[in-house]
């Protein structure tokens, strides 16, 4: 097919393209802009927020997507860009936690310290009368 329809002698100016088509090229252009328009506006603010706020948005961009067929690979970027942002914020909340418990980094605790007083709480468990 030329991609023009023709009918008794006379030349449409409509595209011969498939609706799936038409979705996917829709998809490809609008997707990519969405997103970094998600990122500018969330940059002022602080990293939680900025994570809570691309995710919700992302979501909401994502549940609609999943309504219509053939939207898998969007919506695999989609849940990537959510993945990204919840492995964030864990990071963040990690970090927060670490800090309010006034513990060391990891690479600071001595292991074998760390071992024995597992062990003593085990043995302090197993002796314990249940109620």
Aim: contains cysteine; proline residues 5%; glycine residues 4%.
């Amino acid at each position: 097919s030329s991609g023009i329809n023709a009918e008794y002698g006379d030349v449409s100016v409509v595209p011969d393209v498939s609706p799936l088509d038409s979705m996917t090229e829709l998809l490809d252009v609008v997707i990519g802009p969405i997103l970094t328009l998600c990122n500018l506006s969330a940059s002022q603010l602080d990293p939680v927020d900025n994570a809570v706020y691309i995710i919700n948005l992302v979501s909401g961009l994502y549940s609609v997507l999943a309504m219509y067929e053939n939207t898998d690979n969007k919506l695999e970027l989609l849940q990537n860009k959510i993945d990204e942002e919840l492995e964030t914020l864990t990071n963040l909340q990690y970090d927060h936690m670490i800090k309010t418990a006034s513990i060391p980094p990891t690479e600071m605790i001595n292991t074998e310290r760390l071992s024995a007083v597992a062990t003593k709480l085990d043995q302090a468990l197993l002796n314990t009368e249940l109620l």
